[in-house]
């Protein structure tokens, strides 16, 4: 596994030819972090396909096994956890160290705090400074210690106790909180509520169910979600699936949709209606997509998406849609800068504490690479002229994977070369993501030469 703690390696996106070409994207990270958890928590041998080896997810794999797990690659490439049912985890002899993940850190906050054992948990330095009191309040409430220093992020402990259930209203759209509860609500007795304002993607309640345990899920007016769950209910390991991810597929569609010419079908994506929102987006702004093959996997819907360039339009991003595709607005910014007039994109509050202060770290860069836009505290309303942009910005990605890609997206079309100032980073969620544009005709290389 890379650190992030070496010397930068800048890579730069220059534009060639059209894209084109068949391919897969790794499979979907949320998907693979959850895969590893239940698989540890579930009686039996779980086997997982298509795991993502990105860093974040062999973050949460090595945490598993200091938790007791059997993780294992296999020859063949799947992957193979053996847990020993709810409420059998180990204590951990050192720290867990979550790198760059919000997601495992989270997740693992929620899962350890029934456990009898104290859990010290850290991370590289952007996750030091994400905000971990949205998982530490409703875990305290069920009678968790969590001590850290003081603002309450990483590095911090986790004391597990025998907790109470709760019926909790999440003040933030955040798959993450809502997962950490349902992982504290595992081994305790008891019904659990979480009650989310607006639907946010909803892999753990799949799994659980995949699993064998029943969740209930209730539509509530207004269009937010209720999911109650009974506690100590048993786990019956099952094979995994995991599809391609969405997330990743969306810099590959925007690179199609916006250097003319290209032809490119991505298979095997994910495309749970709660993750789908980027290409609804891109369809909106006269994005040439056909969605082909939708089928089932392993709880999940997925299909492929054949992209070809268009002229792309800018629209107003209804706000509601942001939790459906809250990691793909960097990209978005990125599409909506070679659109004709303005992209409209607000209710983004969320992007301020992601990896990096995401509007802050994309304004940057837009402007560096000559975008006309307005920046608002909860988003970006993008002003383009249909032509592509100057680039030739030189990007500070802030140990964001997501920066660097979207820029590497925006040099591949841009007029000039664009460099993003350390290209390591995109291990985090998408390895391989230069060979694969090459594999399609872009052109992306590191900067060796320093
Ligand atoms: O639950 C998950 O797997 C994730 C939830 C989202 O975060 P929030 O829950 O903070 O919105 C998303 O940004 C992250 O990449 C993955
Ligand atoms: C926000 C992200 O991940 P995490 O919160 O797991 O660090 C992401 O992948 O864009």
Redesign the pocket.
């Known amino acids: 596994m890379t650190t992030h703690s070496s010397v930068p390696l800048p890579v730069t996106a220059r534009r060639t030819g059209p894209l084109a070409g068949t391919i897969k994207v790794p499979g979907d990270?949320?998907i693979s972090?959850r895969s590893l958890i239940f698989g540890a928590l579930a009686a039996g041998t779980t086997r997982i396909t298509g795991l993502l080896e990105g860093e974040d997810v062999l973050r949460t794999a090595a945490a598993m096994r200091q938790l007791g797990a059997e993780v294992e690659k296999m020859e063949d490439g799947s992957w193979q956890v053996r847990g020993n049912g709810v409420g059998a985890l180990a204590e951990p002899d050192t720290v867990l160290d979550m790198g760059n993940s919000?997601?495992a850190a989270r997740l693992l906050m929620g899962l350890v705090a029934s456990c009898p054992f104290t859990t010290f948990f850290m991370g590289d330095t952007s996750l030091h400074r994400r905000p971990m009191g949205r998982v530490r309040l409703p875990l305290e409430e069920m009678g968790a210690l969590i001590t850290s220093r003081s603002g309450g992020r990483f590095p911090l402990a986790v004391t597990g106790r025998d907790l109470m259930p709760i019926d909790y209203e999440l003040p933030v759209?955040?798959?993450?909180?809502k997962?950490a509860i349902l992982l504290a609500a595992l081994d305790t007795p008891g019904l659990t509520r979480v009650t989310e304002p607006k639907p946010?993607?909803d892999?753990t309640e799949n799994m659980l169910r995949h699993f064998g345990a029943t969740v209930t899920v209730t539509d509530l007016d207004g269009g937010g979600r209720r999911i109650d769950y009974q506690g100590q209910q048993e786990l019956t390991a099952a094979d995994i699936i995991v599809p391609g991810d969405p997330s990743s597929a969306a810099f590959i569609a925007v690179a199609a949709a916006i250097l003319p010419g290209s032809d490119v079908t991505i298979t095997n994506v994910g495309l749970n209606p709660l993750r789908d929102g980027i290409f609804v987006t891109l369809k909106e702004m006269g994005a040439d997509i056909e969605i082909m093959n939708l089928r089932e996997e392993a709880g999940e819907r997925v299909g492929d998406l054949h992209v070809r360039a268009s002229r792309l339009n800018g629209i107003e991003v209804p706000p509601e849609r942001a939790?459906t595709m809250?990691?793909e607005f960097p990209v978005l910014f990125v599409a909506a800068s070679f659109a004709t007039g303005k992209t409209v994109m607000r209710g983004l509050h969320?992007l301020r504490v992601?990896e990096s202060d995401r509007i802050a770290a994309m304004a940057a860069g837009l402007k560096s690479c000559g975008v006309k836009f307005e920046e608002l505290d909860d988003g970006l309303i993008i002003e383009g002229n249909g032509r592509a942009p100057k680039g030739g910005g030189k990007i500070e990605t802030h140990l964001d994977h997501r920066i660097a890609m979207s820029f590497l997206v925006m040099g591949l079309a841009a007029e000039k070369p664009v460099t993003v100032d350390d290209g390591r980073v995109m291990e985090t969620s998408f390895p391989g993501f230069a060979d694969l544009m090459g594999g399609l005709g872009g052109q992306i290389t590191a900067d060796n030469h320093r």
């Open positions: 990270k949320s972090h919000g997601t759209a955040s798959a993450q909180v997962s946010t993607r892999h939790p809250i990691d969320e992601k």
